[in-house]
């Protein structure tokens, strides 16, 4: 029958049909569902439960995988975060609007999550067009922006300092050996296989442009933070269990929507290794 996909809004997002992901793509369906993924930026497959074996099998067609810097994992693979969501935790895992881990020189590719279990309503995942926010912009911030650079570590989210423990049912690193990791990106990163411009800030890991202090860079950045999210931007994914999403990280927001009261969510998920952002 052939592969479909179903654009889920005009700017981002996409459903992709005919495709098996429980099993390794033949080159031909992998060709259309990476050429999916750069032409949407987020890919969502539904109705294919897939063990954490073939999780990281689906993953690996994209590349190597990584084991997250701080994270910690209740699994029996490194590779794979089991991300999960108990009725009692007064936070979850990426309630803020970030790219993944851009702490490290090399941040992700793509992150490849799939559904567990969904509450009746809610848990849903909110992604944006970092594409759309640059291209947006005024000429003069284009200018301004080109060739700044942005410090990124991880001190916010993980640590003993952070406080994150205590509040969710996924835990970070805090012990005594924990030591913070820190990168330095482009305010502006071209993809490397698009050739697309797009704005590689987010409030999660980045702290200051490079030769300011965190006071002189807030108000740019807070600004960068708002426009880059606006609604016209974005795409929402409504999730089901056997349900999966792939994204790509050098060009995507995302957030975890923060509404499933009494109920619990559990999503696994594998980052793909990428290179470093210029």
């Not at 080109?146 to 570590?153: F, L, R, S, T, Y």
């Not at 996924?170 to 490397?192: L, M």
Request: hydrophobic share 35%; charged share 25%; proline share 8%.
């Amino acid at each position: 029958m052939g592969i479909e996909v179903r654009p889920l809004t005009p700017q981002i997002g996409a459903e992709v049909f005919g495709v098996d992901v429980t099993k390794p793509m033949g080159n031909a369906d992998f060709d259309a569902v990476h050429q999916a993924l750069l032409d949407h930026s987020i890919i969502v497959f539904r109705e294919q439960p897939l063990n954490d074996d073939q999780l990281m099998g689906l993953g690996r067609q994209f590349g190597p995988l990584i084991v997250h810097p701080f994270l910690q994992n209740d699994g029996p693979n490194p590779e794979v975060i089991h991300i999960k969501r108990e009725p009692q935790d007064e936070a979850i895992v990426g309630q803020e609007w970030h790219s993944d881990t851009t702490c490290i020189d090399t941040p992700p590719l793509a992150g490849v999550l799939h559904c567990i279990e969904t509450p009746k309503a809610g848990g849903d995942t909110l992604f944006a067009s970092q594409y759309k926010a640059y291209e947006t912009l005024s000429d003069g911030m284009k200018a301004m922006l080109d060739g700044m650079i942005a410090v990124h570590n991880d001190t916010r989210v993980a640590g003993p300092q952070s406080g994150v423990n205590g509040k969710r049912a996924n835990r970070v690193r805090d012990d005594a050996e924990w030591k913070p990791s820190s990168a330095e990106h482009p305010v502006v990163r071209t993809h490397p296989e698009t050739g697309r411009k797009g704005l590689f800030v987010n409030i999660s890991y980045t702290r200051h442009f490079k030769g300011m202090t965190e006071e002189e860079s807030a108000p740019l950045l807070n600004f960068l933070y708002r426009h880059a999210v606006r609604p016209e931007f974005t795409c929402r994914v409504q999730w089901r269990p056997g349900s999966t999403v792939i994204w790509d990280n050098r060009c995507v927001k995302h957030l975890a929507v923060h509404d499933c009261g009494p109920h619990r969510r559990e999503m696994h998920r594998v980052q793909v290794a990428g290179d470093r952002p210029y």
